[in-house]
């Protein structure tokens, strides 16, 4: 699986957009890429995926460059209850492996 | 959205006590999953199956055991609890959409060993 880097903590405050980018230099051709959000004392959430270019739902944009060695999760006008701890996955399509492993992730703390 | 289910929610218990964390899901997914997470730490994988009559250990060695006998239920237990066992224990599946997967997990146990 793909090994990923990502900033462990960000600070930002209510009304901002924040983006947090995710490093996965030996991404592989069959990969994509998954973001997760974890509140204290309950489990990750699936938040967005995507292969390339860009994906938008109503929580959350990816985009993904087209070497796609990095992922960008942008979050628009965030408020309090967005602070989270956020994680990157890249993971096979097809998982045959059956692992899925998480990072440190990144800890947002957004500000009144 | 899956419907993933973890009982007890808090579980104090004493050294040396058998327990076991039930996780079920409603909706017939193959793979499963438990995590470990202590406050402010990485989520550990421990345990994982394919399928019925499946199970792999994890990334991170735990003295926990687990069983799949039914596609909806991944119960994991520990024979003997003790201090070094207290975290919060996170279950999960897989949801399968075309190639791509999607984690939903339970609420967790937080599990106290005195």
């Known amino acids: 699986l793909a090994k990923t880097t990502q900033p462990i903590s960000m600070d930002s405050y209510e009304g901002q957009e924040v983006n947090i980018t995710c490093s996965h230099n030996?991404?592989?051709?069959?990969?994509?890429i998954t973001w997760y959000q974890q509140f204290p004392s309950q489990g990750p959430r699936f938040i967005i995926q995507?292969?390339?270019t860009k994906v938008t739902n109503e929580v959350a944009s990816l985009f993904i460059p087209a070497d796609r060695k990095s992922s960008t999760l942008s979050l628009p006008r965030v408020s309090l209850s967005d602070t989270a701890v956020y994680y990157c996955?890249?993971?096979?399509?097809?998982?045959?492996?059956?692992?899925?492993?998480f990072g440190q992730g990144t800890e947002l703390s957004v500000k009144p | 959205e899956a419907d993933i289910y973890q009982t007890p929610r808090y579980l104090v218990i004493g050294t040396g006590k058998k327990i076991t964390l039930e996780c079920s899901q409603t909706?017939?997914?193959?793979?499963m999953y438990w995590y470990q997470q202590d406050p402010g730490m990485e989520l550990h994988l421990i345990h994982y199956?394919?399928?019925?009559?499946?199970?792999e250990k994890g990334d991170l060695s735990s003295e926990s055991t687990v069983s799949r006998i039914r596609t909806e239920h991944f119960p994991l237990t520990l024979e003997s609890a003790r201090p070094s066992h207290t975290s919060q224990y996170l279950c999960?599946?897989?949801?399968?959409?075309?190639?791509?997967?999607?984690?939903?997990f339970g609420s967790g146990t937080q599990l106290s060993v005195l």
């Open positions: 996955l890249v993971v096979p399509i097809y998982n045959q492996g059956g692992k899925l492993i």
């Open positions: 030996n991404i592989a051709t069959n990969d994509y």
């Open positions: 995507g292969y390339k």
């Open positions: 909706m017939g997914h193959d793979k």
């Open positions: 199956s394919y399928g019925v009559n499946s199970t």
């Open positions: 999960a599946s897989i949801s399968r959409e075309g190639g791509s997967e999607k984690l939903f």
